[in-house]
């Protein structure tokens, strides 16, 4: 899935390109991928609106078009949002076309289908359930350790498991909760109550380097993600433990190690994480 950083990516590729671009037209070729409103108001809804600017709150992309509506994109596990010339050749699991006043088009393809429209105000959306209410953002200057202290103290589960949800901090996933883990020493099935304040402090710094590094990298093509001009990202390529299991830490030598929490395959090296 797309997490922080490769949404990131494709938000501050697309948004020279966008804002002050009017939506001339709107096809829904999987109408079902739309989760808010019905598919026939989406369509009648955003045609005509003008792209006010491109953002991101966690792994959603954010494109406000006007009077406090927003388009929200959540790319699931394997959402590509490109913006092409309309006579490029439409690929296979093309659910969404938008034509923009400029004769290009924004396309949403998703071969797994997990990922979702959604247009309305943030009130609607939230009061639908559809947009959930998210944690702080874990690269905003505003957001320190010690509120990270806080939001850990309370909580019984793994750190692997409270790092994936995304009420707790906003955009991370396996593969960085795997990477900042380990570059703060830190086991993955360690209780998220049981950390000192030195400790969550490691974490914190580790959390918004590897983010950070991995945005410079333009993301991690591990599987199917792809910028907004369908090109792979760098980051994969230095990955210190997501993916590796077997292979040799690249701090100790010893092999990783691979176990499963909160459902999702975990690699970390039992001799650095404590």
Known sequence: MPELPEVETIVADLRPHLVGRTIVRCELRFPSIVRH???????????????????RRGKFILIPLGEGRLLVVHLGMSGQLRLVDA??????????????????QLRYRDPRRFGRLLLGTEDELLTSGTLPRLGPEPIDPAFDAEQLFQRL???????????LD???????????????????????????????????????????????????????????????WGEI????????????????????????????????????CRRCQR
Do not use: W
């Open 37 to 55: 409103p019905e598919p026939e108001v989406f369509i009648d809804s955003i045609t005509g609106l003008t792209i006010e600017g491109v953002g």
């Open 166 to 228: 995304q009420g707790t901090v906003a955009g991370v996933g396996n593969i960085y909760a795997d990477e900042s883990l380990h570059r703060a020493r830190l086991r993955p099935d360690r209780l998220a109550k049981s950390l000192s304040r030195k400790s969550v402090r490691r974490l914190h710094e580790s959390l918004r380097d590897s983010l950070e590094v991995a945005i410079r990298n333009r993301g991690s093509s591990v599987d199917t993600y792809r910028d907004a």
């Open 233 to 268: 990202g760098n980051q994969q390529e230095s990955l210190l433990v997501y993916g590796r299991a077997g292979e040799p830490c690249m701090t100790c030598g010893r092999p990783l190690s691979i176990v499963r929490i909160a459902g999702r395959s975990t690699v970390f």
């Open 87 to 104: 006579a490029t050749e439409i690929a296979n699991h093309t659910h969404a076309i938008l034509d923009l006043d400029d004769g290009r």
């Open 153 to 163: 103290r309370r909580r019984r589960a793994s750190l692997k498991a409270v790092l």
